[in-house]
């Protein structure tokens, strides 16, 4: 059920992401974006709920290492989506390819960054000090704000957009079917699908 979850997903060339497209047509570009941009949500709430329930029962933030990991699915998915959307890009003409390989985010910061955050949770877990994680969350920052200048945080984003298909409208049935896999997405979705 969790594999189905994530290829369900209405992101990109995702399987939920085709039938996304098939069903909207070219607003499932914006959907996209919504969806990949929660994504970022996820983790952030994920973590702070978990932190909020630790100093409400007087546990203070010792086990922010344990939250971070049980959170950490959804910002490592972020960023494959968004490696999988930069490879998915259609290769323009060679001064556009040039131009967008000069940025700073490319595949191999990404999965360079993505990497190093996931391992250094992983290795801070059972840490309670405050200057890993001070240093974690400042490297996080560091990749979102690269996200934010070049990558897909940007508005102007296109890194997961669908490619164009015909623009023949679904029929009644094929509508139907298509709204009944979204649904099995919201039916088998998981806020914390893998904690540790």
């Known amino acids: 059920?969790?594999?189905?979850?994530?290829?369900?997903?209405?992101?990109?060339?995702?399987?939920?992401?085709?039938?996304?497209?098939?069903?909207?047509?070219?607003?499932?570009?914006r959907i996209t974006q919504w969806v990949h941009r929660s994504m970022l949500v996820f983790f952030f709430v994920s973590v702070a709920s978990f932190c909020a329930r630790d100093v409400r029962a007087g546990l203070g933030l010792g086990h922010l290492g344990r939250h971070v990991n049980s959170s950490l699915f959804w910002l490592v998915?972020?960023?494959?989506?968004?490696?999988?959307?930069?490879?998915?890009?259609?290769?323009?003409?060679?001064?556009?390819?040039?131009?967008?390989?000069?940025?700073?985010?490319?595949?191999?910061?990404?999965?360079?960054?993505?990497?190093?955050?996931?391992?250094l949770a992983g290795l801070l877990q059972d840490r309670s000090s405050p200057a890993p994680w001070i240093a974690w969350f400042l490297g996080l920052g560091f990749l979102l704000a690269m996200e934010a200048r070049w990558g897909a945080l940007r508005a102007?984003?296109?890194?997961?957009?669908?490619?164009?298909?015909?623009?023949?409208?679904?029929?009644?049935?094929?509508?139907?079917?298509?709204?009944?896999?979204?649904?099995?997405?919201?039916?088998?979705?998981?806020?914390?699908?893998?904690?540790?």
């Open 77 to 119: 998915w972020y960023e494959v989506l968004a490696v999988l959307g930069s490879l998915s890009q259609p290769r323009g003409a060679p001064g556009e390819r040039e131009e967008r390989e000069a940025t700073p985010l490319d595949l191999r910061t990404r999965a360079f960054a993505t990497t190093g955050l996931a391992i």
């Open 1 to 29: 059920m969790f594999v189905t979850m994530i290829n369900l997903l209405p992101v990109g060339q995702l399987d939920g992401g085709h039938v996304a497209f098939a069903l909207f047509g070219p607003r499932q570009n």
């Open 156 to 196: 102007s984003s296109t890194i997961l957009d669908h490619p164009p298909t015909g623009a023949t409208p679904l029929r009644r049935g094929r509508a139907a079917l298509a709204i009944f896999t979204l649904a099995l997405f919201v039916l088998l979705f998981m806020p914390t699908p893998i904690g540790l």
